[in-house]
């Protein structure tokens, strides 16, 4: 069964940092694209950043740009996001989500595979 | 950078059909994707690429795109239906991933 299994948030104060994980499962992990996709409670989606299935391709949302960094360990089939100088409004439920496409880069495509998600609060 | 809206609520009664619309600037030219999230869960992909289900998803679920409008389509609307769905691009001029914000269907 393919899986993906997030970690890493909790309370973190404004200006401090904080290094979420997601680990997958079931499938060939260094195969595809990779996405954080975030939601504060009782709002919508928003995408925060993708990754290639090699790494050659990344993206940020204009929100979080200069502060996230996404990167991948394909040998350990895991995502991360390491998030500094954060904001109150980063609080959310940060989901970790897939591609299907095969060797693709981060762009034009859906989402297959979502994790259920770590919440993140920031606050003093 | 683009925008995709879509209306705040949509109300169907069981058994009729229940239209989702998205819009945007040209998204007939664009590819559409479609998530359902219930409360408490992950969303699930219910259509992509405009109008293609992926496997478990039932027939009653479709999809058109066209214009500056894409559609989601729901069927004899049943009470397990009830949920927010997104729609969801890729807007190659900025190279970021789009969803619009979202409706809650109700079936009543």
């Known amino acids: 069964e393919m899986q993906l299994v997030e970690s890493g948030g909790g309370l973190v104060q404004p200006g401090r940092s904080l290094r979420l994980s997601c680990a997958a499962s079931?499938?060939?992990?260094?195969?595809?694209?990779m996405h954080w996709v975030r939601q504060i409670p009782g709002k919508g989606l928003e995408w925060v950043s993708g990754?290639?299935?090699?790494?050659?391709?990344?993206g940020y949302a204009d929100s979080v740009k200069g502060r996230f960094t996404i990167s991948r360990d394909n040998a350990k089939n895991s995502l991360y996001l390491q998030m500094t100088s954060l904001r109150a409004e980063d609080t959310g439920l940060y989901y970790c989500a897939k591609n299907p496409t095969l060797r693709a880069g981060y762009s034009n495509d859906r989402f297959d595979l979502w994790g259920q998600g770590t919440l993140v609060t920031v606050s003093s | 950078s683009y925008v995709l809206t879509q209306p705040p609520s949509v109300s169907v009664a069981p058994g009729k059909t229940a239209r989702i619309t998205c819009g945007g600037n040209?998204?007939?030219?664009?590819?559409v994707h479609w998530y359902q999230q219930k409360p408490g869960q992950a969303p699930v992909l219910v259509i992509y690429y405009d109008r293609d289900r992926p496997s478990g998803i039932p027939e009653r679920f479709s999809g058109s795109n066209s214009g500056n409008t894409a559609t989601l389509t729901i069927s004899r609307a049943e009470a397990g239906d009830e949920a927010d769905y997104y729609c969801?691009?890729?807007?190659?001029?900025?190279?970021?991933?789009?969803f619009g914000g979202g409706t809650k269907l109700t079936v009543l």
């Open positions: 990754i290639g299935w090699n790494s050659d391709s990344i």
């Open positions: 969801q691009v890729w807007d190659s001029s900025s190279d970021h991933v789009v």
């Open positions: 079931g499938f060939t992990f260094e195969d595809y694209a």
């Open positions: 040209y998204v007939g030219t664009k590819h």
